[in-house]
């Protein structure tokens, strides 16, 4: 996709993760697209073959603006403007950044279509990147513990990272029980509107016990996993959510629930820069 000159360099890079909430619920940016470019080289990108005019090129490279916040625990914190900004990463990618945020009873599905609309959106040439919470648990999220605060805990910080990813222009797909609604609302509302789309993998709980594919139900059933959500921990389904999957009459087969993501988000543009 990229055709660098000799001496041009693209680079993603992630930089330090300075960015926090605003009150208007701001995207932030942490990934940069960096380009450098020596001499006369060029570098070809796009469907023209040329890298996007940047929309405001204030020749800095960057600054702090705005006055001195408090936000959480941190204090005297300021706002970094960088030149590079969302809607530049996107015209890059030729796509908008955006959530895709798959939540459901353990054994629905959610793992399996987060790596099926991957591959689909892949093969159409679409950047994306899966934060499945078994995964993220294992690095990231691996002091927390099931218990309802640090699940709730495991959201916000998934939530926060899905948001960095979409602002870097990546369609980025969460993959997490997430079972209070109330967490799920709040990573909604980090996000401009339209930009979090929650998929609801509406399968039952004897569907999803009868899988099993981790032997959990089994455990849990027996007393030997406690809190096991829709055993003896709850899962408040969503209300209003974009895309509900599963139910009979509609396409069950995890290809056939991809395509019906994909085609939602060919739908509301996100497909394309
Ligand atoms: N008590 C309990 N309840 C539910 N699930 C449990 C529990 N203990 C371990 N597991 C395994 O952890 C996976 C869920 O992790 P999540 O980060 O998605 O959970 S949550 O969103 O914080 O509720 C989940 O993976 P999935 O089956 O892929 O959903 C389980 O394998
Ligand atoms: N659409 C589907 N139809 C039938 N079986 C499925 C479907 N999606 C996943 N499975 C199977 O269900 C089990 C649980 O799937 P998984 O993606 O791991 O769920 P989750 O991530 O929600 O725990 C696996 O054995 C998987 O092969």
Redesign the pocket.
């Known amino acids: 996709m990229i055709a660098a000159g000799a001496k041009s360099m693209l680079g993603l890079l992630i930089a330090s993760p300075k960015g926090v909430s605003d009150s208007n619920s701001r995207s932030v940016g942490v990934l940069r697209a960096c380009v450098s470019m020596e001499g006369s080289q060029t570098m070809s990108h796009n469907k023209n073959g040329s890298i996007p005019e940047l929309k405001a090129v204030n020749g800095h490279t960057g600054q702090k603006q705005g006055p001195l916040s408090t936000v959480g625990n941190s204090t005297n914190i300021k706002w970094h403007e960088c030149p590079v900004e969302k809607v530049d990463r996107q015209r890059l990618l030729d796509q908008k950044g955006c959530v895709i945020w798959?939540t459901?009873?353990?054994?629905?599905?959610?793992?399996?279509?987060?790596?099926a609309l991957n591959q689909k959106l892949y093969q159409k040439g679409k950047l994306c990147y899966v934060l499945?919470?078994?995964n993220v648990r294992h690095g990231l999220n691996r002091d927390l513990s099931f218990k309802a605060e640090d699940r709730a805990e495991n959201i916000r910080r998934v939530g926060e990272v899905a948001k960095l990813f979409a602002d870097a222009g990546i369609i980025c797909i969460a993959?997490l029980?997430s079972p209070y609604r109330i967490d799920r609302d709040a990573c909604r509302s980090l996000l401009p509107e339209g930009d979090f789309v929650e998929v609801y993998?509406d399968?039952s709980l004897e569907v999803?016990e009868a899988?099993d594919?981790?032997g959990l139900y089994k455990l849990a059933r027996a007393g030997k996993i406690k809190g096991f959500t829709g055993i003896d921990d709850p899962y408040e389904p969503p209300l209003n959510c974009e895309i509900s999957?599963?139910q009979e009459g509609t396409g069950?087969?995890?290809i056939?629930?991809a395509e019906t993501v994909v085609a939602y988000l060919e739908h509301k543009g996100y497909l394309n820069a």
Not at 105 to 113: A, C, D, M
């Open positions: 798959v459901g009873l353990s054994g629905s599905g959610k793992s399996t279509l987060a790596c499945d919470g078994d993959s029980i993998m399968v999803c899988r594919p981790k999957l599963g069950t087969s995890p056939e629930m």
